[in-house]
């Protein structure tokens, strides 16, 4: 099930971001976003499985972050996540989506590509450490 995230889910989401990325969000960061509608996790079995956290940016949807735990990867879980996505914006008359990923990332690209993203352009040095790909995706929810 997809629900709001909650401040006792934060040291979950915290071990999900540690697993998953080289230089990981902190607490505190996931905590000033608990406001957000658009923060939301996973859970099934009385575990969370990933999270996801959208907003507005320049007037477009923004997956600010996503992602699933080592164990629930390539079990559905990030599409469920990126289908609720695409929905909630829909809703809101958004119609277009955008999203960073690390350019040395290609399991995460593969997986946008997937879930329909495509390639919108190179940002040298987003990262401290690397550069970042620009992803979009028109919202479309007929197709």
């Not at 009385?46 to 997956?63: A, E, N, P, R, W």
Request: proline share 3%; with cysteine.
């Amino acid at each position: 099930m997809i629900r709001k995230a909650e401040l006792q889910d934060i040291p979950d989401i915290v071990a999900i971001e540690n697993a998953s990325f080289p230089m990981p969000w902190l607490d505190f960061l996931f905590k000033s976003h608990l406001e957000d509608p658009g923060f939301v996790v996973y859970e099934e079995n009385d575990t969370i499985q990933g999270y996801l956290i959208v907003g507005d940016f320049d007037g477009k949807g923004h997956i600010m972050s996503i992602a699933v735990g080592p164990d629930f990867r390539r079990k559905d879980v990030g599409s469920k996540l990126v289908k609720w996505c695409m929905e909630t914006l829909n809703f809101y008359g958004y119609d277009e989506v955008t999203l960073e990923v690390r350019a040395s990332n290609l399991a995460a690209q593969e997986f946008y590509i997937a879930n329909g993203f495509q390639e919108k352009e190179l940002v040298k040095a987003y990262y401290i450490d690397e550069d970042a790909i620009v992803m979009g995706k028109r919202i479309d929810l007929d197709s």
